[in-house]
T-cell receptor, first 113, second 112 residues
Framework: DAMVIQNPRYQVTQFGKPVTLSCSQT?????MYWYQQKSSQAPKLLFH???????NEADTPDNFQSRRPNTSFCFLDIRSPGLGDAAMYLC????????????FGPGTRLTVT | KQEVTQIPAALSVPEGENLVLNCSFT??????LQWFRQDPGKGLTSLLL?????REQTSGRLNASLDKSSGRSTLYIAASQPGDSATYLC???????????FGGGTRLMVKP
């Protein structure tokens, strides 16, 4: 089945230790998104890729970076995680930016110790 | 700036009851609206996408309506089941190419 896959599902990292979260998709969608969702809050968009075009949200901290080496994969790098970065990180895809339905992965729960 | 509100934040109903979840948005100039379901500790599952030109969309026991002029959408769940227990989120897109703005969600519990 075509889907959005996130690895790992649970990640524990130490304060200040760089961490990378992975997302892959078999939908062949052009757009990939990264959201941060803290407990009992709505998902907050960090950035998205339209093909290779990177689009950062204005209030996304510099601590967060992303890479998209090919259509299928997208990575979220957190350079120096703080306690406040503990959250669920959701990857999503859509066929285009035009308003198509977004499909979400299962998320990665990040814990910072 | 678009703001999306979902009331109530939590809802508990007995099994079999029909229920309505509400979503309101401050800017009525939207392109489309999407309803999602989120189980605890999991990602979002898309339920329905309703375009601004549409009044409603149906999928199984779910029916979403949209009243753009009043800035409201409702998600109707018929004959609720314990398996419907989850958080339901609505999100609006202002225009093609714009990103989704999410509401805070309604946490639904359906008791057997």
């Amino acid at each position: 089945d075509a889907m959005v896959i996130q690895n790992p599902r649970y990640q524990v990292t130490q304060f200040g230790k760089p961490v990378t979260l992975s997302c892959s998709q078999t939908l062949n969608h052009n757009v990939m998104y990264w959201y941060q969702q803290k407990s009992s809050q709505a998902p907050k968009l960090l950035f998205h890729y339209y093909d290779k075009d990177f689009n950062n949200e204005a209030d996304t901290p510099d601590n967060f970076q992303s890479r998209r080496p090919n259509t299928s994969f997208c990575f979220l790098d957190i350079r120096s995680p703080g306690l406040g970065d503990a959250a669920m990180y959701l990857c999503a895809t859509s066929r285009s930016r035009g308003g198509d339905e977004q499909y979400f992965g299962p998320g990665t729960r990040l814990t910072v110790t | 700036k678009q703001e999306v509100t979902q009331i109530p934040a939590a809802l508990s109903v007995p099994e079999g009851e029909n229920l309505v979840l509400n979503c309101s948005f401050t800017d009525s100039a939207i392109y489309n609206l999407q309803w999602f379901r989120q189980d605890p500790g999991k990602g979002l599952t898309s339920l329905l996408l309703i375009q601004s030109s549409q009044r409603e969309q149906t999928s199984g026991r779910l029916n979403a309506s949209l009243d753009k002029s009043s800035g409201r959408s409702t998600l109707y769940i018929a004959a609720s089941q314990p398996g419907d227990s989850a958080t339901y989120l609505c999100a609006v897109r202002r225009a093609p190419g714009n990103m989704l703005t999410f509401g805070g969600g309604t946490r639904l519990m359906v008791k057997p």
